[in-house]
């Protein structure tokens, strides 16, 4: 039985001009098809085939057929073993004509030396060192980089996102790094004073706070354990808490003690006037003394339409409340319900 120079097992589908076959019940792998063998159909030209891609695909030069559907008989004709071979020693021996490979020929080899370009086609040898040798020695990995451990030894260790972000930017005078996030580097500007500032002049120490003496030079300060209380306070009121202050009552009747021990005390108290036109009004704290405030006291409005010429302090206050007159517009003393306005300031 006569060998047959092509394989036409199975079938094929390609489309005209196009690079791609692919096909059905083939196994152009099994079968040993290789770059240079030629793909052909029908008596259409042939073509050559650039790479086999698997059993069922093959890529070739741009086919010169009309298109061939799916189920199409082809053949792929075996390029001969001698002329793999030529081919393949006409481009070795043309590597080895090559200024780069005579470059290489010239050099003596010696211990501990490495080839290297030094320019087109001419070669010259280095220093390859322990350390150089342990680093290719190393398995790459993702999220690794080398560093020594000793003078001619290397490993690896992680390196992650952020530390990437590092290596990555552009370094500048007078610049500082900082993250945007977990991930992300990013430079600012550094002035003279805030050098200074990162630049303090003394011993740091516990309990020690740096601080600008000028423009461009800083010092450290004594941080006291109540600065420190101060200042992890998150917001307003609780600084003012822990720097002595204190408040309370209500919308009616409210009241601030400052740091200093002053308190300030406020309100709008409905007041029941008995006969002889007299009312009391609580304070909502105490104050330390009768004698350690003042007051105002007013009418506001009245609760029911009632008109007052005035309303005043009456008698000897006390630490916990005052007393209060209302007179009628005639002058006579006022029986009922009004509201009064005051304010008192003290200790």
Do not use: C
Request: neutral net charge; glycine residues 10%; charged residues 10%.
């Amino acid at each position: 039985m006569a060998i047959k120079p092509d394989y036409d097992v199975g079938m094929i589908a390609v489309t005209a001009g196009a690079t791609t076959v692919t096909g059905v019940g083939t196994f152009f792998v099994n079968a040993d098809i290789q770059p240079g063998d030629m793909f052909g159909a029908q008596g259409y030209p042939q073509a050559r085939v650039v790479t086999v891609n698997s059993n069922t695909s093959l890529t070739i030069e741009p086919w010169r057929g009309v298109t061939l559907a799916a189920g199409s008989s082809y053949y792929v004709r075996y390029q001969a073993d001698g002329s793999r071979y030529t081919a393949a020693a006409r481009a070795l021996i043309n590597s080895f004509s090559t200024g780069s490979v005579a470059a290489m020929q010239a050099l003596t080899g010696a211990v501990d030396k490495i080839p290297y370009f030094t320019g087109t086609g001419v070669m010259a040898l280095s220093d390859f060192k322990d350390w150089a040798r342990s680093l290719f020695s190393l398995t790459p990995a993702a999220d690794q980089i080398a560093y020594f451990t000793g003078a001619g030894t290397a490993t690896l260790t992680s390196f992650k996102a952020w530390g990437r972000s590092l290596l990555g930017l552009t370094v500048a005078a007078d610049k500082g790094v900082y993250f945007t996030d977990a991930n992300t580097a990013a430079t600012f500007d550094i002035t003279a004073a805030g050098r200074a500032a990162t630049n303090v002049a003394g011993t740091p120490a516990a309990n020690k706070l740096p601080y600008m003496t000028s423009a461009t030079a800083s010092a450290l300060a004594d941080l006291t354990a109540f600065a420190r209380t101060v200042l992890d306070d998150t917001t307003g009121a609780a600084m003012f808490t822990t720097m002595g202050g204190s408040s309370g009552g209500t919308i009616g009747a409210s009241w601030q003690k400052l740091p200093s021990g002053l308190i300030f005390q406020y309100g709008s108290n409905a007041v029941t006037f008995d006969a002889n036109g007299i009312g009391s009004v609580t304070f909502p704290t105490a104050f330390n003394s009768a004698a350690t405030y003042n007051l105002v006291a007013w009418n506001g409005h009245n609760l029911y339409n009632v008109s007052f010429q005035q309303v005043r302090q009456f008698g000897f206050p006390s630490a916990t409340a005052f007393a209060v007159n209302a007179k009628t517009v005639a002058g006579a003393n006022y029986a009922g319900d009004a509201r009064v306005d005051w304010i008192a300031i003290g200790v």
